[in-house]
């Protein structure tokens, strides 16, 4: 189906009509509501977000990575895909009506290695504001209120003891799009990243995280918003060179 057609079922569709995808044998629904995750995967596939592309080449069966704020989960559908029954993909999203749609997505694709987890991921272990702004879920945060938005109470967790609940032994990957909450997840995280030294990825469009890891270096993608962590003695870094990423620090 072209784009043309694609938009223009979109826009007689109902919002909760669920959108399903394919993309390299993985199925993917989201509903038909900007900032619900699916809108973007139906027009663009795999070229919704570029790192899609490339997640590939820095995980591999066995490996275990963090989502944090998964939305629908499009990153842990096709992270479940790339570590096989081997690895693990923790999905850390707090709102429930996007935990619920990440179970389903699991299920539609029988991956029994996706753990999903209906709270938030900060620097402490307590109860936060979360404001639902614009009614859009990939907008929603802990950190920034946006006009008279609502807001609900939800848990936070430092990733350090979600870590350690989990009983996981090894962190390949971290990847964060948390709307403005980024430096607290990166506090958070200290004790593993600081053990593990997994490749992390943060999305940009709120501001530039301050805590960034020692000795790593930070990639950007061109046209993307997001920036890449990748540890200074990791082989990778030479994977992100040839994909002809910018290395910025």
Do not use: C
Not at 96 to 120: Q, W
Not at 204 to 214: E, F, G, L, V, Y
């Amino acid at each position: 189906m072209t784009q043309f057609l694609k938009k223009a079922f979109m826009a007689i569709a109902p919002g909760n009509f669920l959108l399903t995808s394919t993309i390299d044998e993985v199925k993917f629904q989201g509903y038909n509501r900007t900032g619900f995750g699916g809108r973007g995967v139906y027009l663009k596939g795999i070229d919704y977000e570029l790192e899609l592309k490339y997640l590939k080449y820095f995980i591999g069966e066995g490996s275990v990575l963090i989502d944090v704020g998964a939305n629908s989960g499009i990153y842990s559908m096709m992270a479940a895909k790339i570590v096989g029954s081997k690895g693990t993909v923790l999905s850390v999203e707090p709102f429930p009506a996007m935990s619920a749609m990440l179970i389903k997505n699991a299920e539609l694709n029988n991956f029994n290695n996706v753990r999903v987890r209906t709270f938030g991921a900060s620097d402490k272990t307590e109860v936060k504001t979360f404001w639902l702004n614009g009614n859009k879920p990939n907008s929603f945060s802990f950190s920034i209120q946006d006009g008279d938005a609502k807001n609900l109470s939800f848990l936070t967790v430092k990733l350090d003891e979600l870590f350690e609940w989990e009983h996981l032994q090894r962190l390949d990957y971290i990847k964060i799009d948390a709307e403005g909450e980024e430096d607290n997840v990166l506090k958070g995280a200290e004790q593993i990243i600081e053990k593990f030294h997994p490749i992390i990825q943060v999305e940009m469009t709120q501001r530039m995280p301050q805590s960034i890891p020692k000795d790593y270096k930070i990639f950007h993608i061109p046209t993307s918003d997001n920036h890449v962590y990748i540890p200074g003695n990791s082989n990778k870094i030479q994977v992100a060179i040839d994909l002809g990423w910018e290395m910025i620090k």
